[in-house]
Antibody
């Protein structure tokens, strides 16, 4: 059974940093691209960042480019999102999502339950 | 960037009725790379349809997707009580992650 478990969320002041993690199990992690998708309270879905199976292809939404860094450790079956210079508008539930292929150019076939990030002073 | 517009924003129907949800794209979606997701309150989204018309694993056949180019449709043939939720379309294939539509809420009339 595919499982994606996010962690690392919390309350953080504007301008500070936070690192999210996603622990994957139930599938061969290094065969698949992975993504982060966020959802602000009461709002829709917004793709944040994606990474190919071997980290060779990485993409970011314009809203986070230059501030967020996605990475993965295939030996640890883990996905990460380093978030710097956080803003109030980054407040959201952050989901880890798996792609059905090795490229980040696909839909998301499995999602975690999310970790909440609140940016506030 | 391809912008997706979903309509209507809210659909009020009764169990057993047919639901038709629309997703319009600002430019043609390559190779019909369009997906539909269902999200219930407090839960993560669930993939229903990919490549415009292929059902994901375990999705009942009352859910169907159609369309190409800039116009796509999700149809729920007969609404079950568990189908009342928010539905999102997503285009992918042109850039990592793609873009999502704003969502359609299917509520009980």
């Amino acid at each position: 059974e595919v499982q994606l478990v996010e962690s690392g969320g919390g309350l953080v002041q504007p301008g500070r940093s936070l690192r999210l993690s996603c622990a994957a199990s139930g599938f061969t992690f290094d065969d698949y691209a992975m993504h982060w998708v966020r959802q602000a309270p009461g709002k829709g879905l917004e793709w944040v960042s994606g990474i190919s199976w071997n980290s060779g292809s990485i993409g970011y939404a314009d809203s986070v480019k230059g501030r967020f860094t996605i990475s993965r450790d295939n030996a640890k079956n883990s996905l990460y999102l380093q978030m710097n210079s956080l803003r109030a508008e980054d407040t959201a539930l952050y989901y880890c999502a798996k792609a059905p292929g090795s490229s980040p150019l696909f839909q998301f076939d499995y999602w975690g339950q999310g970790t909440l990030v609140t940016v506030s002073s | 960037e391809i912008v997706l517009t979903q309509s209507p924003a809210t659909l009020s129907l009764s169990p057993g009725e047919r639901a038709t949800l629309s997703c319009g794209a600002s430019q043609s979606v390559s190779s019909s790379y369009l997906a539909w997701y269902q999200q219930k309150p407090g839960l993560a989204p669930r993939l229903l349809i990919y490549d415009a018309s292929s059902r994901a694993t375990g999705i009942p056949d009352r859910f169907s997707g159609s369309g190409s180019g800039t116009d796509f449709t999700l149809t729920i043939s007969r609404l079950e009580p568990e189908d009342f939720a928010v539905y999102y379309c997503q285009q992918y294939g042109s850039s990592p992650g793609g873009t999502f539509g704003g969502g359609t809420k299917v509520e009980i009339k």
